[in-house]
C-alpha cells in the first residue's frame, strides 16, 4: 500500500491572478512509505517532507512584492499547520497503515 500525504493549497489572487478569477489549486503528494514512522526518525523525515512540500504548494514571489510575500507567509503557516496536522495523525496510525490525504486552504 502506497503510503502518501497530499498537500494543497489555494493561490490567491493577488499572486498575479485577476481578481475575477477561480483561485488556482496546488497540490503536492508526500509519500512515506518508506519511512519507519514509529521511530523519531522516520517521523523527523516526514515533518522535513512535509516543510518541502508546504514550500512547493505555496511557491515564492520576488523581494520586491511586499503583498506576495506576505502572502506566502500566510500560505506557509496555514497550510503547515494542517499538513503536520495530517503527518501527526499518520505516525499515529502507523500500525493502521492507512495513507492521510492534506488539503489546506490560505485564507
Known amino acids: 500500500m502506497t503510503k502518501t500525504l497530499i498537500l494543497a493549497a489555494l493561490a490567491a489572487t493577488s499572486l498575479g491572478q485577476p481578481a475575477f478569477a477561480e483561485p488556482v489549486t496546488q497540490t503536492v503528494t508526500v509519500q512515506h512509505g518508506d519511512l519507519d514512522l514509529g521511530t523519531p526518525a522516520g517521523a523527523k523525515s516526514l515533518q522535513h517532507r512535509v516543510w518541502r512540500a508546504v514550500v512547493a504548494v505555496c511557491g515564492t514571489t520576488s523581494d520586491f ?43
Open 65 to 107: 512584492d511586499v503583498a506576495g510575500k506576505n502572502d506566502i507567509q500566510h500560505c506557509r503557516r496555514d497550510t503547515l499547520q494542517v499538513a503536520s496536522a495530517k503527518a501527526d495523525q499518520a505516525i499515529a496510525r502507523v500500525s493502521q497503515g492507512e495513507p492521510v490525504r492534506v488539503a489546506a486552504i490560505r485564507n
